[in-house]
């Protein structure tokens, strides 16, 4: 599973002086430095995580193609943890142990048994932030942990919602945390909060619970619900309610999931924590033909976790950077944690990497699935908690 992302040549000796064949950390060589991705391609996650192989492949061609990272070309080799902890624990050892890669890029939420001794070895891990205690792992590093609700209730003030009632997917008591935050923050700035529903696909009708909704007097909603059963129970919601005047959901910004989905999420808007594909400029021009010239075997470049993966690799790429001539896993680690104002060349907004796990990210777009279904369009470029 070795892959060289787009090489094009490469030098014999780092910058500043020192002589590359003189470095003697695991994963760096001469003329090469050796990542490991470690990836949910397959098992529940797979479906979602699986585009993140075309972005890791998309920016490590670019930057082998602009040199490579102080005169190395940047490989890596991938495993499918399939979404199990026990599976990652051993991928995990391996790429670490006897593939001796510098660090991970991880797209995985099954990484919990693997922290500890990856902290241990020092080994720097940028990727999503998929395990309970993540940020309390000085090796680990994200661009975004969680966003602030509040930000959510600026947007559903701005298009003029006033009562909110929060969907839930699946039975009450395991989702009562996460609407008791929601309505916590949405009330922060003065909106009313009607109650909390939930519909579990197996026990409840559409139709029920659109008229449960209706009862509350609600005027906007907010989906803590897979797109899958919002787009079930949205038809009847409008039929029930016509004035409904914003829903906002928390996910299901997934360009595959319009041609199944897009007619009845027709109108629901997204939250989005890098720059929407749909907004252009020319980080996404950029991005966008990195995938084209280095990931052509993806379907489509629009794919979330294929940016997610993308920054991912980026952020790692500029820890290789700062780390100096002769990169080690420790000196990567120090350089990351040093890393402010990181903005992912345009593509989210700037992170101080000394604190981030820490503060939440309070300024995000929104995109909308448009009246047809089929495409989703920019609303808000940046919106922020303070409502600027």
């Known amino acids: 599973m070795l892959v060289l992302a787009g090489a094009v040549g ?3 000796s780092g910058s500043g002086g020192v002589e590359a064949n003189a470095c003697t950390s695991p994963g760096v060589t001469s003329t090469q430095v050796r990542l490991g991705l470690v990836l949910s391609d397959s098992g529940p996650s797979g479906d979602v995580f699986s585009p993140a192989r075309s972005g890791v492949e998309a920016r490590l061609g670019l930057a082998n193609a602009e040199g490579g990272v102080h005169g190395r070309q940047v490989v890596y080799e991938w495993r499918d943890d399939e979404d199990l902890q026990s599976r990652n624990a051993l991928v995990t050892r391996e790429l670490v142990g ?21 902290t241990e070895q020092e080994v720097p891990v940028v990727g999503l932030p998929g395990s309970p205690d993540w940020a309390q792992h000085p090796n680990m590093f994200s661009y975004a942990y969680d966003a602030s609700p509040v930000t959510i209730g600026r947007y559903i003030q701005a298009s003029s919602g006033r009562k909110v009632a929060i969907v839930l997917s699946g039975i009450a008591g395991n989702t009562t945390g996460a609407a008791d935050r929601y309505s916590q923050a949405l009330q922060s700035v003065g909106l009313k909060v009607v109650g909390a529903v939930s519909y579990a696909r197996l026990a409840d009708s559409p139709a029920q619970i659109a008229h449960r909704i209706a009862a509350l007097g609600a005027d906007s909603i907010v ?27 928390l996910s ?3 360009h595959a999931r319009l041609a199944r989905l897009g007619p009845a999420l ?36 629009e794919q979330e976790y294929s940016m997610n993966a993308y920054i991912y690799t980026d952020l790692f790429l500029q820890g ?60 808000r470029e940046r919106m922020c908690a303070n409502g600027g």
């Open 252 to 254: 299901g910004y997934d």
């Open 320 to 379: 290789l950077e700062r780390a100096g001539a002769c990169p080690t896993r420790a000196g990567v680690v120090s350089a990351l944690r040093d890393l402010t104002g990181y903005d992912a060349g345009g593509l989210v907004s700037p992170v101080d990497l000394r604190n981030n796990s820490d503060v939440l990210l309070e300024c995000y777009a929104f995109v909308q699935v448009n009246p047809t279904g089929d495409a989703f369009q920019p609303v």
């Open 10 to 12: 490469c030098s014999g």
């Open 98 to 118: 006897s593939r001796q890669v510098i660090g991970l890029v991880t797209v995985t939420t099954a990484l919990e048994e693997s922290t500890d001794a990856l």
């Open 266 to 301: 027709a109108g629901v808007s997204f939250p989005v924590y890098f720059r929407p594909f749909e907004a252009g400029g020319p980080a996404i021009d950029r991005y966008r033909e990195a995938m084209s010239r280095f990931a052509p075997q993806a379907v489509r470049a």
């Open 223 to 249: 989906g803590l619900t897979t797109a899958e059963d919002l787009a079930e129970i949205l038809p009847a919601i409008r039929t029930t309610m016509p004035r409904l005047v914003v829903t906002v959901a």
